[in-house]
């Protein structure tokens, strides 16, 4: 049985960044590139709980940001009208309070607001990672979904849309860990992607990335094809991995999803470095 302990989140120091909050996992060292892990829509910097633990035991340094009104942070009237570029403000207020290198990785709707802010900063990230991402609207091909009603903000998912799509775990688990800490979302973000209104210009991205798919995904929101066109669309590297579920940052089999992205970390940076010899 999988276990969902998300308890390190509550523990580690945080900081304001913009209307959002900011939790240091592993301080930056050695100048090496900071992971700053962007959670998607329903959730907080809290779900990143599992990546924060192994990448801090790797020696790398991370973060996770809660984006304004998730994570426990407050709901006000704005929330319900805050969309996807409202939050790429605090991806981009997070980077800045970092001094050296960042590389952005986004979970799902949570890539939108990171591929925003990595080509529309003045400061270009050390890279991005897409993990299960949103399309932008200007990808060829991208699948639009049902809109959501505008005036009233989106309950979160329950224990069967927890189960079957985000933990891809078998229906006797209990996932009471993962539904307590879900928010309800705006609907601006949602339909934000919904009805793909969110346009990212490729030819802005300077940064080098990698983009995973979940093999368990729903394939109404993520059809066979979308995530390899979406790194193709930023020249990204791609892999599917097909034992993960949406949610791959907590699923059963998470830490296998890590190990891919320490890979690429390694392979890039440890690349990087020969290159300044």
Not at 222 to 240: M, T
Not at 245 to 257: C, I, R, T, V
Request: hydrophobic share 45%.
């Amino acid at each position: 049985m999988p276990s969902f302990d998300f308890s390190l989140t509550d523990r580690l120091p945080s900081y304001p960044a913009g209307a959002g909050r900011l939790l240091l996992g592993a301080p930056p060292s050695h100048g090496q590139p900071l992971l700053l892990f962007v959670h998607g829509a329903y959730h907080g910097a809290w779900c990143y709980a599992n990546y924060l633990s192994y990448f801090a035991r790797q020696d790398i340094a991370c973060a996770a940001l809660d984006l304004p009104g998730h994570g426990g942070l407050p709901q006000d009237a704005t929330f319900l009208h805050a969309g996807i570029r409202d939050l790429a403000v605090s991806v981009q207020r997070a980077t800045d309070r970092m001094e050296g290198p960042v590389v952005l990785v986004g979970h799902s709707m949570g890539a939108l607001p990171v591929l925003v802010a990595a080509t529309e900063m003045a400061r270009a990230p050390a890279g991005v990672v897409l993990l299960a991402p949103s399309p932008p609207a200007n990808l060829p091909g991208a699948a639009a979904l049902p809109t959501v009603p505008e005036d009233v903000l989106r309950a979160p998912p329950g224990d069967v849309e927890i189960r079957e799509r985000f933990a891809g775990c078998a229906a006797d688990v209990d996932v009471s860990a993962i539904r307590q800490r879900l928010c309800a979302e705006s609907p601006q973000v949602l339909n934000d992607r919904y009805a793909l209104r969110v346009a990212v210009n490729p030819f802005a991205m300077r940064s080098q990335g990698l983009c995973l798919e979940a093999g368990r995904d729903d394939p109404a929101r993520h059809p066979a094809g979308q995530d390899r066109a979406i790194a193709d669309f930023f020249g990204f590297e791609h892999q599917a991995l097909a034992d993960q579920p949406h949610a791959m940052m907590y699923g059963e089999q998470w830490e296998s999803s890590a190990a891919v992205l320490l890979d690429w970390y390694q392979r890039t940076y440890d690349r990087r470095r020969r290159g300044t010899r």
